[in-house]
């Protein structure tokens, strides 16, 4: 009896053993892993200069020419610049699309690109949708992952007067009619007979559209404002 119950008492020891051996042999799969992640994390995060990587079977909806980004850029009022600037974390998810891409290929990925709004990078004087690129060709960059939820047609419409000159002094004039359009006339002119269209709503008009323009031109060069479509891969802030 004794002696079954040292068989099992051994049998048990060595099962237990091998599992601390299976538990180790994890766990150090699972830190070279991670070591792997952290270093293709850094790998984007100091990224900072352009190197064509070339990667066979790209999906071809997810390359992008540099004018199609530029015009995404101008549109959401966003900044496409070398990983190295951006500020914040990479998602796993993007990790694990990294991971995939160099499955691909015999060496590193390289030349990341991030288009994310400016708030998010490391600007020169001076913290969203970001979405990250590597260089497949000239002036092509591959979609590697996209996180974030900036590019809403929310944002679309409410960077939409900052894409360019033309754009701007439209909304500044649309804000007139409607500022024109929406006051009282006793607030316009002292005349109780005045009603809701004349000569009085044309020139309130033309007062609020040279007011408005005053105080945007004011602010804009006060605030060192600059157009979308001039800043999309500007590295300064100003």
């Not at 390359?63 to 900044?79: A, D, N």
């Not at 390289?110 to 979405?131: S, V, Y």
């Not at 602010?219 to 500007?234: K, P, Y």
């Amino acid at each position: 009896m004794n002696k079954d119950l040292r068989s099992e008492s051994e049998r048990l020891e060595r099962i237990l053993l091998g599992q601390e051996e299976l538990i180790a042999e994890v766990g150090a799969i699972l830190e070279e892993e991670q070591k792997h992640d952290d270093i293709l994390r850094a790998m984007v995060l100091s990224s900072v200069g352009g190197k064509v990587n070339h990667i066979p079977r790209l999906d071809p909806d997810r390359i992008f020419l540099e004018e199609e980004i530029r015009t995404l850029c101008v549109k959401y009022r966003l900044r496409f610049l070398d990983g190295g600037r951006f500020k914040g974390e990479l998602p796993m998810q993007a990790i694990f699309e990294l991971r995939c891409l160099e499955a691909r290929t015999d060496g590193p990925v390289r030349g990341f690109k991030i288009m994310a709004p400016a708030a998010r990078f490391q600007l020169c004087d001076t913290n969203a949708d970001p979405l990250l690129f590597v260089p497949v060709g000239p002036k092509h960059y591959y979609l590697v992952h996209r996180w974030g939820n900036d590019m809403s047609t929310i944002r679309s419409l409410l960077v939409w007067p900052f894409r360019t000159l033309g754009t701007l002094a439209t909304s500044l004039v649309v804000l007139a009619l409607m500022a024109a359009a929406f006051t009282p006339s006793s607030i316009i002119t002292t005349d109780p007979s005045a009603g809701w269209w004349g000569a009085h709503r044309v020139l309130f008009f033309f007062w609020s559209t040279v007011m408005l323009t005053g105080f945007t031109v004011f602010g804009w060069f006060a605030f060192h404002g600059r157009f979308s479509s001039e800043c999309w891969n500007s590295r300064t802030f100003n």
